[in-house]
C-alpha cells in the first residue's frame, strides 16, 4: 500500500501522531493475542510454527489497530492532538 504524506508542518505532525497512535494499539493488541496463545495447549513447540504464529498475530494486531474497533488509538491522538496545535500557535512566543 502506497502512503501520501501530508505537505504542511502542523498536517504532517498530525499524520505522525496518527501513526505512533496506532501503533501503540497494534503493540496492545499483539500483546493481547500473545497472552490469549498461551492459554492454547500446543502440541508442537517448533520454533518455526511459533515464529509464523507470532508473525501473524503480528500482522492481525496492525490489522486491527487500523480499523479503530478498540480506540485505544483515536484516544491517544485525540488527547495528544491538542498539544500539537498549542506549540504550533505558539511558535516564538515563551510560554507562561
Known sequence: MMRVEPSGSLQVERWQLREATRQVEAQFWHQLLRALRRTLPTNSSSYTLQMYTDLMDETLAQQLARTDQLGIGKL??????A???D????VGRERP
Do not use: D, F, M, V
Request: net charge negative; hydrophobic share 25%; no cysteine.
Open 83 to 85: 498539544h500539537l496545535q
Open 87 to 90: 506549540t504550533s500557535e505558539g
Open 76 to 81: 491517544l491522538y485525540e488527547k495528544l492532538s
